[in-house]
């Protein structure tokens, strides 16, 4: 982990995160001094679920995961976070321990702002608090759509919700329709499943042979009526 100063980077930044969108040009310049950039290499864990610290944290570059892990390393993937994203706001809020451990899925570099600053910065404008609470609802939301993917879907199901879940956020569409989005091995599948890798595989041969996902060198390629096939 390395950490320096880049006000200017970190100012950009917050002009285009919806937290931080209300706040003027002199606020903006004074929150962005008190940024530390910190870099990542993949891997690497930011913090893990139950450290005392309660930073926020947004995405210069990269992508990490949010994760539960237990004792015998296994892991359940509950987010993943990329350029842009923040996270950590749950600690930054009520000052409690952390609820997942935060891992590097990429080389990351990664903007932290200490608690007092953030408290301070909604003191000069109360409507980050607001943009904030409704950041949490929508992730509170998504949380919900995974516990009920859980208890109610099998695992094929669950691997296609969340490839289709993905390429509606990230995925290039192409000539033919098909979403390309960056493949995602069948261990990464199965953390953000909550499944085993064998049963990830034959869901993966399930979704090629009916044509709802194709692989394609590092891509997946999801169908437009992907949803319709399980």
């Known amino acids: 982990m390395r950490k320096d100063a880049d006000t200017g980077l970190i100012k950009e930044f917050l002009k285009e995160i919806p937290i931080f969108k209300s706040l003027s040009d002199r606020h903006l310049n004074r929150l962005s001094e008190d940024f530390i950039v910190c870099r990542m290499n993949k891997g690497e864990t930011i913090f893990h679920q139950s450290d005392e610290s309660?930073?926020?944290y947004i995405m210069l570059d990269?992508?990490?995961r949010a994760s539960l892990v237990n004792e015998d390393g296994e892991e359940l993937v509950l987010a993943a976070f990329n350029k842009g994203d923040f996270f950590g706001e749950m600690s930054l809020l009520d000052g409690e321990p952390r609820s997942a451990t935060m891992i590097a899925a990429e080389n990351?570099?990664?903007g932290?702002?200490?608690r007092e600053t953030f408290l301070r910065a909604v003191k000069d404008d109360p409507g980050i608090a607001i943009?904030?609470?409704s950041a949490i609802v929508r992730r509170m939301r998504m949380?919900?759509?995974m516990i009920e993917s859980l208890a109610f879907l099998d695992v094929g199901q669950r691997v296609l919700k969340l490839l289709v879940q993905i390429a509606r956020t990230e995925g290039i569409k192409d000539k033919d329709g098909f979403f390309r989005i960056k493949r995602l091995t069948h261990k990464e599948l199965a953390a953000r499943t909550g499944a085993s890798r064998e049963a990830v595989s034959k869901a993966m041969k399930v979704l090629s042979f009916r044509d709802g996902v194709k692989e394609e060198g590092d891509c997946f390629l999801v169908s437009p009526r992907a949803e319709e096939i399980l």
Do not use: K, M, P, Q
């Open 54 to 56: 309660t930073d926020l």
């Open 62 to 64: 990269g992508a990490v």
């Open 108 to 110: 990351a570099a990664l």
């Open 112 to 114: 932290i702002l200490r």
């Open 131 to 133: 943009d904030l609470l």
């Open 143 to 145: 949380a919900d759509g």
